[in-house]
């Protein structure tokens, strides 16, 4: 790794454009090239089978793609800072990097946990940039490096297992809001919701299906708002409690997903709660869900304005009495 000195004296525009990623040596480039294709080589049934066949034929992991994206994009946020860092190699990569190693083994001999091969990928990396850049790096590209984690596919049984759960709540609540309405009964039992309407059971009952799990959801909206906090400037007690919430919104967005479509199935008209409709009222959850965040960051950013305003106003007041 090679640093980039930059003369503090010279004009902006000439700063700015010495921080450039073409600025870097052909040697830097060869040396990056080289890793990945060690990288790929070893790994590549976890990014291609695992990982990429997933995003391809999985519609619930259809936002893969995206996430490597983000990763350089955060990177490339970074440009100035990493270029201008003074790389010092930490030995401590090896270390990283050689348990990453012994615990591939151990899962290919002993273990036998097949998401684990593909989330050793990321120690691996952060070993690999310990190694060749040190601590400095590092500190400017762990994110973009965990970040690949939201692209890392969960086995079914465990996808299923937290599915389970998130239908049975939806069902349950959906059926309480339901039966709100006049002449309308809905119970709940598992994942089934039983509507009764003017006193005729409607055939067939609701199912809460897999894709009405809003696991879905879940996933993208997490990985994009980690993605938001982290482009925006916020305080980290900021940051902290965008991220806790988004699960509980993406939870509550698919609670009035399930809901709107018990309240069209039993008062429009059952083909309009299915197929291609069905997939529209899903789709229409993430921007939902993406203004109620911003609304909490919006109420957050200003929360304290006015103390602020008050506060500068005192030191104005004071200096004025000096």
Same mark, same amino acid.
């Given at each position: 790794?090679?640093?980039?000195?930059?003369?503090?004296?010279?004009?902006?525009?000439?700063? &700015?454009?010495?921080?450039?990623? &073409?600025?870097?040596?052909?040697?830097?480039?060869?040396?990056? *090239?080289?890793?990945? &294709?060690?990288?790929?080589?070893?790994?590549?049934?976890?990014?291609?089978?695992?990982?990429?066949?997933? %995003?391809?034929?999985?519609?619930?992991?259809?936002? *893969?793609?995206?996430?490597? #994206?983000?990763?350089?994009?955060?990177?490339?946020?970074?440009?100035?800072?990493?270029?201008?860092?003074?790389?010092?190699?930490?030995?401590?990569? %090896? @270390?990283?990097?050689?348990?990453?190693?012994?615990?591939?083994?151990?899962?290919?001999?002993?273990?036998?946990?097949?998401?684990?091969?593909?989330?050793?990928?990321?120690?691996?990396?952060? /070993?690999?940039?310990?190694?060749?850049?040190?601590?400095?790096?590092?500190?400017?590209? %762990?994110?973009?490096?965990?970040?690949? *984690?939201?692209?890392?596919?969960?086995?079914?049984?465990?996808?299923?297992?937290?599915?389970?759960?998130?239908?049975?709540?939806?069902?349950?609540?959906?059926? *309480?809001?339901?039966?709100?309405?006049?002449?309308?009964?809905?119970?709940?039992?598992?994942?089934?919701?039983?509507?009764?309407?003017?006193?005729?059971? #409607?055939?067939?009952?609701?199912?809460?299906?897999?894709?009405?799990?809003?696991?879905? #959801?879940?996933?993208?909206?997490?990985?994009?708002?980690?993605?938001?906090?982290?482009?925006?400037?916020?305080?980290?007690?900021?940051?902290? @409690?965008?991220?806790?919430?988004?699960?509980?919104?993406?939870?509550?967005?698919?609670?009035?997903?399930?809901? @709107? &479509?018990?309240?069209?199935?039993?008062?429009?008209?059952?083909?309009?709660?299915?197929?291609?409709?069905?997939?529209?009222?899903?789709?229409?959850?993430?921007?939902?869900? !993406? /203004?109620?965040?911003? #609304?909490?960051?919006?109420?957050?950013?200003?929360? !304290?304005?006015?103390?602020?305003?008050?506060?500068?106003?005192?030191?104005?007041?004071?200096?004025?009495?000096?």
């Amino acid at each position: 790794m090679t640093s980039f000195e930059v003369d503090s004296t010279q004009p902006v525009e000439e700063r &700015t454009k010495a921080l450039n990623w &073409t600025s870097m040596p052909v040697e830097i480039y060869v040396k990056i *090239g080289v890793i990945a &294709t060690l990288f790929v080589i070893f790994f590549y049934k976890q990014i291609y089978w695992t990982m990429i066949h997933r %995003w391809m034929n999985d519609s619930s992991w259809s936002h *893969g793609f995206l996430i490597p #994206l983000f990763s350089l994009y955060f990177l490339n946020l970074k440009k100035d800072e990493i270029l201008a860092i003074k790389a010092k190699p930490n030995y401590f990569g %090896w @270390v990283l990097m050689t348990m990453s190693l012994v615990f591939y083994a151990l899962n290919v001999v002993q273990i036998k946990m097949g998401i684990l091969y593909s989330v050793l990928m990321i120690p691996m990396l952060l /070993g690999i940039v310990l190694l060749v850049g040190g601590w400095k790096l590092i500190k400017h590209v %762990w994110l973009p490096i965990i970040y690949i *984690g939201f692209a890392i596919p969960i086995p079914d049984r465990i996808y299923k297992a937290i599915t389970i759960p998130m239908r049975i709540w939806a069902a349950k609540i959906a059926s *309480g809001l339901l039966s709100l309405v006049s002449e309308l009964e809905a119970t709940s039992r598992g994942v089934i919701i039983d509507v009764v309407y003017r006193g005729t059971p #409607l055939e067939p009952s609701l199912d809460v299906a897999e894709a009405c799990s809003g696991m879905r #959801l879940l996933m993208a909206f997490v990985a994009l708002g980690v993605a938001m906090a982290w482009l925006h400037y916020r305080p980290w007690l900021h940051r902290v @409690v965008l991220l806790s919430s988004t699960i509980p919104i993406a939870i509550f967005c698919n609670i009035i997903r399930v809901t @709107v &479509t018990g309240f069209i199935y039993v008062l429009i008209a059952p083909k309009y709660a299915q197929g291609i409709y069905h997939d529209i009222l899903g789709m229409s959850m993430l921007p939902l869900a !993406f /203004g109620l965040y911003g #609304l909490l960051a919006w109420f957050m950013s200003n929360l !304290f304005v006015e103390d602020k305003v008050i506060e500068e106003d005192i030191v104005v007041r004071n200096k004025g009495d000096k």
